[in-house]
């Protein structure tokens, strides 16, 4: 059974600086994607990046980029500039890429706090 | 573009009643994923719907059980509730199964079981 793991329940940082969030994953399956998700007080799962396993390049998506390393089994998630917008917990999230499973396995976040 | 919408927005409830959680998927969506939020936790699975026929299954017992009506909103229904039970219930719609990039999530419903 594939694994989800934030080893980091919180993390802080001032704004206009820059944070790098952890995740490592546990799968035995070559292809496979993998989210990073925004959830804000509103409660509602706001994607912030995507990262398909058989791409080498590691996505960017403005201020927000990732470190995939594929042999480690880690995805990092690195905000640039950070912004007080930004303070939310942070889950980083797995799907199988076999087309009959849809389900998003996660881990168990990360608080960000944004300091001015 | 209508987005997910859930209602109700909070619910309490007592050990061992029944509780009906509802979704509306976004337009032009098709399927419909439950996840249960415990609180520090992540969203857990419950269940998949496509096609009003429930499509994929996490480790959650049959008392929660769901629906999908034609016009694709969904349903999530809990018996004998438990104390347990207590969490943030997510909906969330893609325009087809096997979309791995249309998700969308709802607000959630939070169901306190007392």
């Known amino acids: 059974a594939q694994t989800v793991t934030q080893s980091q329940p919180e993390m802080s940082v001032q704004e206009a600086e820059t944070v790098t969030l952890s995740c490592t994953y546990d799968t035995s399956e070559s292809d496979y994607y993998l989210f990073w998700y925004k959830q804000p007080p509103s409660r509602q799962m706001i994607l912030v990046i995507r990262q398909e396993a058989y791409k080498q390049q590691n996505a960017t998506e403005n201020r927000f980029s990732v470190n995939f390393q594929k042999a480690a089994k880690s995805f990092s998630l690195k905000i640039s500039d950070s912004q007080l917008g930004d303070a939310a917990m942070y889950f980083c999230?797995?799907?199988?890429?076999?087309?009959?499973?849809?389900?998003?396995?996660f881990g168990t976040g990360t608080r960000l706090q944004v300091f001015p | 573009e209508t987005g997910v919408t859930q209602s109700p927005t909070h619910l309490i409830k007592t050990r061992g009643q029944q509780v009906t959680l509802r979704c509306s998927s976004q337009s032009g969506h098709n399927t419909v994923s439950w996840y249960q939020q415990a609180l520090g936790q992540g969203p857990q699975f419950i269940f998949q719907y496509y096609r009003e026929e429930e499509n994929g299954r996490g480790n959650f017992p049959p008392r929660f059980s769901g629906l999908q009506f034609p016009n694709y909103s969904s349903e999530l229904n809990v018996n004998a509730l438990e104390l347990d039970d207590s969490a943030l219930y997510l909906c969330?719609?893609?325009?087809?199964?096997?979309?791995?990039?249309?998700?969308?999530f709802g607000s959630g419903t939070r169901l306190t079981v007392v």
């Open positions: 999230a797995y799907r199988s890429a076999m087309r009959n499973t849809d389900k998003l396995i």
């Open positions: 969330a719609s893609s325009p087809r199964t096997g979309d791995p990039y249309g998700y969308t």
